[in-house]
């Protein structure tokens, strides 16, 4: 039996809570992989994240409410770059300096870098930074 909130949870209920997180977090991941299947197309899916998200900060700058977010899909990416990439040095002064992780993806380079907290960068094929939040 587990409290939270002033709420009883038995164990059962809170193991297939967690599976099925686990079962939703595997659905979103399969449903991305099937948006590419080789390195031209995860380019196009990478742009397009990247097009939609500077779409979405002009509706933000222009006070439209609650544009859609294409960083969803961009952490399921994260996600499965950390799981399937393959890791390789640190290669610039951040990543040196600070314990981190970098990782290469269909020529993408993710990189995370722990420090009081965690930046995420993500490098294009052509290791030009497109994000670093």
């Known amino acids: 039996m587990c409290i939270i909130e002033n709420e009883v949870i038995n164990l059962e209920d809170l193991m297939?809570?967690?599976?099925?997180?686990?079962?939703?977090?595997?659905t979103n991941i399969n449903r991305i992989k099937r948006l590419y299947n080789d390195d031209e197309s995860f380019?196009?899916?990478?742009?397009?994240i990247i097009?939609?998200?500077g779409k979405r900060f002009e509706k933000l700058i222009a006070g439209e409410k609650n544009p859609k977010n294409p960083?969803?899909?961009?952490f399921i990416?994260?996600?499965?770059?950390?799981?399937?990439?393959?890791?390789?040095?640190?290669?610039?002064?951040l990543t040196k300096m600070l314990p981190s992780k970098t990782v290469i993806y269909h020529g993408w380079t993710f990189s995370w870098v722990h420090g009081e907290e965690t930046s995420i960068s993500v490098y294009n094929r052509k290791n030009e930074l497109i994000y670093r939040f």
């Open 16 to 26: 297939n809570y967690y599976l099925q997180r686990l079962n939703n977090d595997q």
């Open 43 to 48: 380019d196009l899916l990478m742009n397009k």
């Open 51 to 53: 097009n939609k998200d």
């Open 71 to 74: 960083w969803r899909s961009l």
């Open 77 to 93: 990416i994260l996600d499965i770059a950390q799981e399937e990439g393959t890791e390789t040095d640190p290669f610039d002064t």
